[in-house]
């Protein structure tokens, strides 16, 4: 069945029942984001619903702070559209850093920072320790359309997603929602069912880097970090002994700071909660404490096998809460053209569950091996 969530924060939103408003694009010759040296700044964003300002007047005449409070959240959802549009996932924000609001005031209101407080809010839920900022809340007298409150947001994202190709944007996206489960019935190549996530949402679809370590050593590991393009996910073996920690917080900061998007191996890691704090998407086969040594052979970029599994580069790895999966280059038009005919066949067969039919008449099966 095809994943519905693309990543992290989309998942996340879900959770909390939030909606992204916009992207609503700023007139020529203003651009809704500009993305530099991993860091991104949106234009400012009004509280708008389907284009109309939700929240107008002034704080102190005829707007509440509660009313206003609220606007503001509706403005930070809208600044998280257009970074989504620009940068193609929210799952590429590795921090919120700065949130400056812009309160319209009359004469002697000045209790703005609790206006912006809906915005610093819902920020923190969605991302949580990553979501705390800097902020500053500037009463103004008046702002665009009448509005009551405007919110510019400043995020550092993940330098490989700043600017990726766009094809490899759109790759990603398909492959992250048919999901490893669609894929795998369509000519992908499931990985070891010991392979997971280590963190609750961890996803990633990228073009595999293959790496093979020595008998508990990650110098391989390191080297790999180096060497391995921005945008691409290693994909590690480590022999037989895998109960080691072969990649943990300093891995995960040195792989983000060279654009490297994710990590499937089949062994061990640890710092679980700083992965996640800092979005970094692991599979692994399991959480283990000690360390490895640094010192052994080993290959990097070079073909190799990953828990059975022969990976290049060239291929992509695919990775969500049902496992993992290796799509060989050669074949990924041909993956995913049979897996949208999957997925649209399994949507109409939904339909008719739904509608009463039975897997039994559906996929003609046999019953009469069942005593009942």
């Known amino acids: 069945m095809a994943s519905t969530i693309q990543g992290k924060v989309r998942a996340r939103l879900e959770e909390l029942g939030l909606k992204l408003y916009g992207p609503h694009p700023p007139h020529d010759p203003l651009e809704a984001v500009v993305v530099h040296g991993g860091i991104a700044r949106t234009s400012g964003q009004l509280p708008r619903i389907d284009g109309a300002i939700t929240c107008a007047g002034r704080l102190g005449e005829t707007v509440t702070i509660e009313s206003a409070s609220a606007a503001a959240a509706v403005c930070a959802l809208n600044a998280l559209a257009v970074l989504e549009a620009s940068l193609g996932s929210l799952d590429a924000i590795v921090r919120v850093l700065n949130v400056t609001g812009y309160v319209a005031s009359a004469p002697g209101f000045n209790d703005q920072p609790l206006v912006v407080d809906g915005a610093s809010r819902v920020l923190v839920e969605i991302f949580g320790p990553a979501g705390r900022h800097t902020r500053c809340a500037i009463g103004v007298a008046e702002l665009p359309r009448g509005s009551a409150v405007e919110i510019e947001l400043t995020v550092a994202v993940k330098p490989a997603l700043c600017s990726p190709d766009p094809a490899s944007r759109e790759l990603e996206r398909e492959l992250l929602e048919l999901g490893t489960a669609t894929l795998i019935e369509s000519g992908a190549i499931p990985m070891p069912a010991?392979?997971?996530?280590?963190?609750?949402?961890?996803?990633?679809?990228?073009?595999?880097?293959?790496?093979?370590?020595?008998?508990?050593?990650?110098?391989?590991?390191?080297?790999?970090?180096?060497?391995?393009?921005?945008?691409?996910?290693?994909?590690?073996?480590?022999?037989?002994?895998?109960?080691?920690?072969?990649?943990?917080?300093?891995?995960?900061?040195?792989?983000?700071?060279?654009?490297?998007?994710?990590?499937?191996i089949d062994g061990g890691v640890r710092d679980t909660a700083a992965l996640e704090a800092r979005g970094f998407p692991v599979l692994a086969a399991m959480v283990a404490l000690p360390g490895a040594s640094k010192v052994m052979a080993g290959t990097a970029g070079l073909p190799t096998r990953v828990g059975g599994v022969e990976v290049r580069v060239g291929d992509w790895v695919v990775g969500d809460c049902d496992g993992a999966a290796i799509v060989q280059g050669g074949q990924i038009e041909q993956v995913i053209r049979a897996s949208r005919a999957r997925a649209a066949a399994e949507a109409a067969m939904f339909e008719k569950l739904l509608g009463g039919a039975t897997t039994v008449d559906l996929l003609g099966l046999d019953p009469s091996p069942i005593r009942s």
């Open 194 to 264: 010991r392979i997971r996530p280590v963190w609750a949402g961890a996803s990633l679809a990228a073009p595999a880097f293959p790496v093979h370590c020595g008998e508990g050593d990650n110098l391989a590991i390191h080297v790999a970090v180096s060497k391995a393009p921005p945008g691409s996910a290693l994909v590690v073996d480590v022999g037989d002994k895998r109960d080691l920690g072969f990649w943990g917080e300093v891995l995960t900061t040195a792989a983000i700071g060279r654009g490297l998007v994710g990590l499937v």
